[in-house]
Structures are given as C-alpha cells and as structure tokens.
T-cell receptor, first 116, second 114 residues
Framework: GENVEQHPSTLSVQEGDSAVIKCTYSDSASNYFPWYKQELGKGPQLIIDIRSNVGEKKDQRIAVTLNKTAKHFSLHITETQPEDSAVYFCAATQGENSGGYQKVTFGTGTKLQVIP | EPEVTQTPSHQVTQMGQEVILRCVPI?????FYWYRQILGQKVEFLVS????????KSEIFDDQFSVERPDGSNFTLKIRSTKLEDSAMYFC????????????FGSGTQLSVL
C-alpha cells in the first residue's frame, strides 16, 4: 500500500518568514495530493491540493509543488502569520487502483509554530 | 460553508462495552468515511461507504467495527466490544464524489476506553 513520509515533525518560524514542509510517497499510481491543516480540537481541513498532471499550484500565500519522478511534494507558506500555527498533514490517494473511493493516506504531520 | 457534524464530542466507555459514534454528513454528499487518529499520530483510514455498502476498509476495521446509514442523514460507526487500543479521535468525513475530490471532515469524537 501507499506510504507517505513527512518532514519535519516540528517547525518554528518567525512571523513573516517562509515555512516549507516536505513529503514523499511510495505508490506511483497515486495521483492526487491534498494538504490538510488541523487546528487544536478540530478535524483536518483541506487547504490546497495538487493533481499529478500539474507541477505547481499557488493560492495566495500557499503553494504546493510536485515532482512525480522523485515522488516528492512540498508545501510552501510565505509571509507566515500566527494564525498559520497548526498541524499540517500531507496526503496521497491510492490513485486508479483504489476504485476511486478516496482511501487517503496521511503523512505523520508537521506542527508549525509561527512566533510573533 | 456546510459542515460535517459529529456527536458526541467526547465518549468515555469501559473496556468491552459497545459504542456508537454518530455523524451527519453534508446533505448532498454521496461518499462517507471514517478515519481515526491516535494521540500524536497520523490520521488513519478506517472505511469508506457508498450506496449503502462498504466500498473499502483497512486492516484496522476488523469484525468489531461496523458502519451503517440508518436513515437519510446519519452515518454511524459501531465498535462492538471496545478495547483499550481503540482510544482515539474518530473523524467522519464526506465527499460529493469518490475520486479525487475534497474531503470534508467533522470535528471528531474523542473516544476514551478505560
């Protein structure tokens, strides 16, 4: 099955600096890579996603990149703000072999702390 | 924005007891899921449900677990005889379609088995 590795496990940055979280996946059939933000006491919330036919996607201060050959994908947050502090999970779906039923494999999470 | 709602937010039970966790998915969604997160660990897939039947399940989802959509709005997860290791946060999620579409998660039910 799919295995998703995520680094770092914790990340502290000064407000205004950039934060980068990196993930690798194992199943070459995976074709959809969402990123979730989980605030304390809440469920994961999708913040951005990327599909395997795209190399990069940007939404305001958040961007994701995907390298299919290397099976790497990354989340970049620019101009970080205190409200960005949360746990971030990368994820990958099983792709075509899953039957399409969204068996999402999550990474281990990165606890981001933005210091004012 | 529409939400997935879960009840209760916290559930404490004795080992060996049955528990039912309840979820109300977003009304026009067709695919439903349960995930769990043991404290400090990753979110793990349990089961997906579509058209009133299980479409996929993980190795965690053994015979002690079952899911049901008893009416047009609720989606439940039952654990027949709870074990200590079942203690976790359980998240319900739903999506409009199954393949590569946004999952909406509820806020979770924290299950503590004593």
């Amino acid at each position: 099955g799919e295995n998703v590795e995520q680094h770092p496990s914790t990340l502290s940055v000064q407000e205004g600096d950039s934060a980068v979280i990196k993930c690798t996946y194992s199943d070459s059939a995976s074709n959809y890579f969402p990123w979730y933000k989980q605030e304390l006491g809440k469920g994961p919330q999708l913040i951005i996603d990327i599909r395997s036919n795209v190399g990069e996607k940007k939404d305001q201060r958040i961007a994701v990149t995907l390298n299919k050959t290397a099976k790497h994908f990354s989340l970049h947050i620019t101009e970080t703000q205190p409200e960005d502090s949360a746990v971030y999970f990368c994820a990958a779906t099983q792709g075509e072999n899953s039957g399409g039923y969204q068996k999402v494999t999550f990474g281990t999470g990165t606890k981001l702390q933005v210091i004012p | 924005e529409p939400e997935v709602t879960q009840t209760p937010s916290h559930q404490v039970t004795q080992m060996g007891q049955e528990v039912i966790l309840r979820c109300v998915p977003i009304s026009n969604h067709l695919y439903f899921y349960w995930y769990r997160q043991i404290l400090g660990q990753k979110v793990e897939f349990l089961v997906s449900f579509y058209n009133n039947e299980i479409s996929e399940k993980s190795e965690i989802f053994d015979d002690q677990f079952s899911v049901e959509r008893p009416d047009g709005s609720n989606f439940t997860l039952k654990i027949r005889s709870t074990k200590l290791e079942d203690s976790a946060m359980y998240f319900c999620a739903s999506s409009i379609s199954g393949r590569n579409e946004k999952l909406f998660f509820g806020s979770g039910t924290q299950l503590s088995v004593l």
